[in-house]
């Protein structure tokens, strides 16, 4: 069984910064994809950054040039450094790892900026 716990939401004013971490376990390996969705109020879910087991990592096109996205496969984690923030970073953020053809999903975090 998989499990995924994301930490490190909060509020935070625009301009600023929060990493989120994710850290996953069960029946896993260091090959396997992982990611960030977020969904807004109101709004479709939508990816927002994934990196390979390899390392590569994928952007949207939002989020690119401040969002990064990195993964500390020893310790089955995930991590999405979030500088320069904005009002419509607003949303609840998931992790997801790709087993396979199986996309499993943490709980998700609130992530608010508000002045």
């Known amino acids: 069984q998989v499990q995924l716990v994301e930490s490190g939401g909060g509020l935070v004013q625009p301009g600023g910064s929060l990493r989120l971490s994710c850290a996953a376990s069960?029946?896993?390996?260091?090959?396997?994809?992982m990611g960030w969705y977020r969904q807004a109020p109101g709004k479709q879910r939508e990816l927002v950054a994934s990196i390979t087991g390899g390392g590569r990592p994928n952007y949207a096109d939002s989020v690119k040039g401040r969002f990064t996205i990195s993964r500390d496969n020893a310790k089955n984690t995930v991590h999405l450094q979030m500088n320069s923030l904005k009002a419509e970073d607003t949303a609840v953020y998931y992790c997801?790892?790709?087993?396979?053809?199986?996309?499993?999903w943490g709980q998700g975090t609130q992530v608010t900026v508000s002045s």
């Open positions: 997801t790892l790709d087993v396979g053809s199986s996309r499993y």
């Open positions: 069960g029946s896993i390996f260091s090959s396997d994809d």
